[in-house]
């Protein structure tokens, strides 16, 4: 199989620095870019401005693709600056730990307020796994069962591939902007 090879912008939270490299990286005229370096700790709002700063400058024909980003907030920021492609820990990671990412917000599972929680994991019945209950898989993670985390990073993967294919209806809608502004505080809401 080929593979390819994706440059990547480096450059910290430095703008003249994140400029260059992106200019060097574009020159190289390969069939995609990366940009490297963020989410590190960074305040968001930094995150956000540099990403807009490179992704301005890599040609907008060639996919991009931000590296180890990140939540659903980030996610859609990212696409909001016009890029195409993502790649996170955070989905199975804090699914293992019992924080799921749903339609209306954080469920974290422990809590005991899902003990009694007949609803599906998701109203949106994003994935199979939302055909079980908030309080079945909180009861997983209470005794100790594999299955609970194994549900949870099937759902949260399941999340994520549904939040980036809606992202791809309103942008063909025309209307991911207002769609993307009203869903950024729901996704970050704790239920």
């Given at each position: 199989?080929?593979?390819?090879?994706?440059?990547?912008?480096?450059?910290?939270?430095?703008?003249?620095?994140r400029?260059?490299?992106?200019?060097?990286?574009?020159?190289?005229?390969?069939?995609?870019?990366?940009?490297?370096?963020?989410?590190?700790?960074?305040?968001?709002?930094?995150?956000?401005?540099?990403?807009?700063?490179?992704t301005?400058?890599?040609?907008?024909?060639k996919?991009r693709?931000?590296?180890?980003?990140?939540?659903?907030?980030?996610?859609?920021?990212?696409?909001?600056?016009?890029?195409?492609?993502?790649d996170?820990?955070?989905?199975?990671?804090?699914?293992?730990?019992?924080?799921?990412?749903?339609?209306?917000?954080?469920?974290?599972?422990?809590?005991?307020k899902?003990?009694?929680?007949?609803?599906?994991?998701?109203?949106?019945?994003?994935t199979?796994?939302?055909?079980?209950?908030?309080?079945?898989?909180?009861?997983?993670?209470?005794?100790?069962?594999?299955?609970?985390?194994?549900?949870?990073?099937?759902?949260?993967?399941?999340?994520?591939?549904?939040?980036?294919?809606?992202?791809?209806?309103?942008?063909?809608?025309?209307?991911?902007?207002?769609?993307?502004?009203?869903?950024?505080?729901?996704?970050?809401?704790?239920?």
């Amino acid at each position: 199989y080929p593979q390819t090879l994706f440059p990547i912008v480096q450059g910290s939270t430095y703008r003249d620095l994140r400029q260059a490299s992106a200019e060097f990286i574009a020159a190289q005229e390969r069939e995609g870019n990366a940009i490297g370096g963020l989410s590190v700790g960074e305040p968001a709002e930094v995150m956000y401005e540099l990403t807009e700063l490179v992704t301005s400058i890599l040609p907008k024909e060639k996919p991009r693709y931000l590296m180890g980003v990140g939540t659903p907030q980030n996610i859609l920021e990212g696409i909001a600056s016009g890029v195409d492609m993502f790649d996170c820990v955070m989905p199975t990671r804090n699914a293992r730990h019992g924080l799921l990412f749903t339609s209306s917000g954080i469920i974290n599972i422990h809590n005991e307020k899902w003990k009694d929680d007949h609803s599906p994991v998701d109203p949106e019945g994003i994935t199979f796994a939302d055909r079980h209950t908030r309080a079945y898989l909180r009861h997983l993670f209470m005794c100790g069962e594999m299955l609970g985390p194994m549900i949870a990073s099937v759902h949260n993967i399941g999340f994520y591939l549904w939040l980036v294919k809606e992202a791809r209806k309103k942008i063909q809608e025309g209307n991911f902007a207002s769609w993307k502004n009203t869903m950024i505080p729901k996704l970050g809401q704790r239920l």
